[in-house]
């Protein structure tokens, strides 16, 4: 079955709209931002013109860091909420009884968190970038300017996010409560960002040959989990979050007809 | 007439609970049926075995002829209204007809923007969701348990609705409820659930024709006749009322005989079923 890009369409306004009436949903996507522009960019502001280099260097790695943080945080939070939110709210059964396959369902929720999560992501570097460049003091710049971690944050954005999402929707898809889906899936999409860390803090050297290679792992990593997250989008699975039982006999019919008065 | 739900053996179950088992059907097109049972009977599962929301543990089922709904020409024959008539909150009017008219294939516009224009209505209204289910055109329409928190003014207003739905677009429904009175307005065909296995079915006219209100004297129930179904009876020392049924009329002058009404048919086959029988049943969880 072709999926369309109508129903698709249809599935990401529709998530879009109920994200935006989620008071957590709008708050993380919110204020996560702002803490982590904040932070990084006034530690880059405070670096003095004459800093030691060692010290500038680790600055500079913790500010191109902690952005990272959200293109992870907010999508898990939003993805957390995509099944078990509905299922919550009793939605999930009349989506389901429309002429929308699964492959479309998990597309639509998965680019739903996607677009926002991945724009954030480059909206809150960009600003940060923007800042640093008009407001440091000159070597400090050129620092921000010239880290290897710049470049290795803008591939790693999307792929960082694509795994939280992927997270996200496996939980959502098996636990009941949406408070407790959306705390295991922050859980859930932290271990590629300890890979992240290592690279942006160069425990690991982020040699250009190195990001690749990592970029690809975390790809293909990216593309089983979609396939094992689109497994858990059956029907049943979604409605009840329970695997489906199949293939046992019914217990027996009782015989008795006559009344219980008898 | 071909059948729009026949099932043969059905079963659900919910790792090791039983919410439906043994569940032979065939539904007729063109009906409206009323599913009828306590809370807990199965009702909601087999509405969901129906719309292909859930997956058969036993048995088979046939809906529209074909298999359960889950491919995109199947599941567009078919409406469905979850229990509670859920609704987006972050949805408007404009948005649920939107996504409406983009899932659906068949989508009616004008018989969507219609209805609600001329029944002043908002989706968040159960008849707002009853025109989102019938705007795709379906064949079948399933609601389960459409009315429960209705008042009795908007339950009347919806059944109302729903016929008139029904009579323009030569619908078969299946609608679960616990209000017999609404069932009886509306419905042409019923079920009786109970304790998760079909007690009895069949077309209204013909279940009240065949089933008799006996009263006499007390007597042993063993000197009823074979082709006589008792499916309950009361006792005092002096009476005995029995609820029988049968296609032949009852000859036995110590009987007065009177007809049933739905409700008396219904209380008889849940009491039928009895607590004893609730042993392995569940709802599905939502």
Redesign the interface.
């Known amino acids: 079955m072709s999926a369309s890009t109508a129903r698709v369409g249809a599935v990401i306004r529709k998530e879009l709209a109920e994200f935006r009436r989620n008071r957590l949903i709008v708050v993380t996507a919110v204020m996560l931002p702002v803490v982590f522009l904040i932070g990084p960019t006034a530690t880059i502001l405070s670096i003095k013109a004459p800093a030691l280099t060692a010290t500038l260097g680790k600055r500079v790695e913790y500010a191109l860091f902690m952005p990272l943080m959200v293109s992870v945080l907010v999508p898990a939070v939003m993805s957390a909420y995509s099944v078990v939110g509905e299922r919550e709210q009793g939605t999930l059964e009349p989506v389901l009884a429309t002429p929308v396959s699964r492959a479309e369902l998990l597309a639509g929720k998965a680019v739903a968190v996607f677009l926002p999560a991945a724009v954030l992501g480059y909206l809150i570097f960009g600003v940060f970038v923007v800042i640093t460049q008009l407001a440091a003091a000159s070597p400090v710049a050129a620092a921000v300017r010239h880290a290897p971690q710049l470049p290795a944050a803008l591939v790693f954005i999307p792929l960082l996010a694509a795994w939280a999402i992927w997270a996200g929707l496996a939980i959502s898809a098996r636990v009941s409560d949406t408070r407790v889906a959306q705390q295991l899936a922050v859980l859930g999409s932290l271990p590629p960002v300890a890979l992240a860390a290592l690279m942006q803090f160069q425990v690991i050297s982020p040699t250009f040959g190195l990001a690749a290679a990592l970029a690809g792992g975390l790809l293909a990593v990216d593309c089983a989990a979609c396939l094992v997250v689109a497994r858990l989008f059956d029907r049943e699975r979604l409605i009840t979050g329970t695997r489906p039982s199949r293939g046992t006999p019914a217990p027996a019919a009782p015989q008795d007809i006559r009344s219980p008065g008898e | 007439m071909t059948a729009v739900i026949e099932t043969t053996?059905l079963?659900k179950?919910?790792?090791r609970l039983?919410a439906l088992?043994?569940c032979t059907l065939s539904i007729p097109a063109g009906r409206v049926v009323g599913l009828v049972g306590p809370n807990g009977a199965g009702k909601t599962t087999l509405l969901?075995l129906a719309?292909?929301?859930?997956?058969?543990?036993?048995?088979t089922i046939e809906v529209l002829a074909g298999p359960p709904?889950?491919?995109?020409?199947q599941?567009?024959r078919?409406?469905?209204?979850?229990?509670?008539a859920?609704?987006?909150?972050?949805?408007s009017v404009a948005?649920h007809l939107?996504?409406?008219a983009?899932?659906?294939?068949g989508w009616d516009t004008a018989l969507a923007r219609g209805r609600i224009g001329r029944l002043h209505l908002d989706p968040s209204q159960k008849a707002g969701?009853l025109t989102?289910a019938i705007a795709?055109r379906p064949d079948l329409l399933v609601l389960d348990e459409p009315v429960a928190s209705l008042d009795p003014l908007a339950r009347r207003e919806f059944l109302a609705d729903l016929m008139e739905a029904v009579t323009g677009q030569q619908l078969s429904v299946v609608l679960s409820s616990h209000l017999i009175t609404d069932l009886e307005r509306v419905c042409d065909y019923l079920i009786v659930l109970v304790a998760s296995?079909i007690q009895v079915a069949g077309p209204v006219e013909e279940l009240l024709a065949t089933h008799h209100l006996l009263s006499g004297p007390r007597r042993d129930?063993a000197t009823q006749p074979a082709g006589q179904?008792?499916?309950?009876?009361?006792?005092t020392d002096v009476q005995t009322t029995l609820l029988v049924r049968t296609s032949e009329p009852v000859l036995d002058p110590a009987w007065t005989v009177s007809g049933v009404s739905l409700e008396d048919l219904v209380l008889a086959y849940m009491?039928?079923a009895?607590p004893?029988?609730r042993n392995?049943h569940l709802e599905?969880?939502?």
């Open positions: 053996g079963g179950r919910y790792r039983w088992s043994d969901s719309t292909g929301l859930l997956a058969p543990s036993a048995g709904p889950t491919g995109t020409a599941l567009a078919v409406g469905f209204l979850a229990q509670g859920p609704v987006y909150a972050g949805l948005d939107r996504l409406g983009h899932l659906n294939p969701t989102l795709k296995r129930l179904q008792v499916i309950s009876a009361n006792h009491r039928q009895g004893g029988r392995h599905i969880r939502k």
